[in-house]
C-alpha cells in the first residue's frame, strides 16, 4: 500500500515556476514507479511525466518536454515535478500516482494522491 500527498502547487504568472513535490508513506515507494498527471476542467486526466523506481528513467509528455523535470529521492520518500516557462495551458490539478509497472497510461497506476492545483495567469 502507497499513500500519496502532493503539495507546491499555487497560482503562478506565466513564464514562472512552481517545484510540485508528493510525500508518500508505505515501504514500497522506493521500489515503485511514479508518474505525474493533470487534469484541467472539463478535460480527461492527462499524463505528465514518470520516472523508473531507481531514477535512470523518464519519459515526459510532449509539451512540457524541455520545461518540466521529474525527479526522485527515494532516501526521502518524495518525487518531484519542476515546472519552469509555465503557460496558462498548464493549468490543471496535477496529482501523482504509484505503479509496479512502467509507463504513460493512467491505467497502470495503482495508487492516487488527492491532487494539487496549478493555476498560471496569463
Known amino acids: 500500500q502507497v499513500q500519496l500527498v502532493e503539495s507546491g502547487g499555487g497560482l503562478v504568472q506565466a513564464g514562472g515556476s512552481l517545484r510540485l513535490s508528493c510525500a508518500a508513506s508505505?515501504?514500497?515507494?522506493?521500489?515503485?514507479?511514479m508518474g505525474w498527471f493533470r487534469q484541467a476542467p472539463g478535460k480527461e486526466r492527462e499524463f505528465v511525466a514518470t520516472i523508473s523506481w531507481t531514477g535512470r528513467a523518464t519519459i515526459y509528455e510532449d509539451s512540457v518536454k524541455g520545461r518540466f523535470t521529474i525527479s526522485r529521492d527515494n532516501d526521502k520518500n518524495t518525487v518531484y515535478l519542476q515546472m519552469n516557462s509555465l503557460k496558462p495551458e498548464d493549468t490543471a490539478v496535477y496529482y501523482c500516482?504509484?505503479?509496479?509497472?512502467?509507463?504513460?497510461?493512467?491505467?497502470?497506476?495503482?495508487?492516487w494522491g488527492q491532487g494539487t492545483q496549478v493555476t498560471v495567469s496569463s
Open positions: 500516482a504509484a505503479t509496479k509497472r512502467f509507463g504513460r497510461d493512467k491505467g497502470l497506476y495503482d495508487y
Open positions: 508505505g515501504r514500497t515507494f522506493s521500489t515503485s514507479n
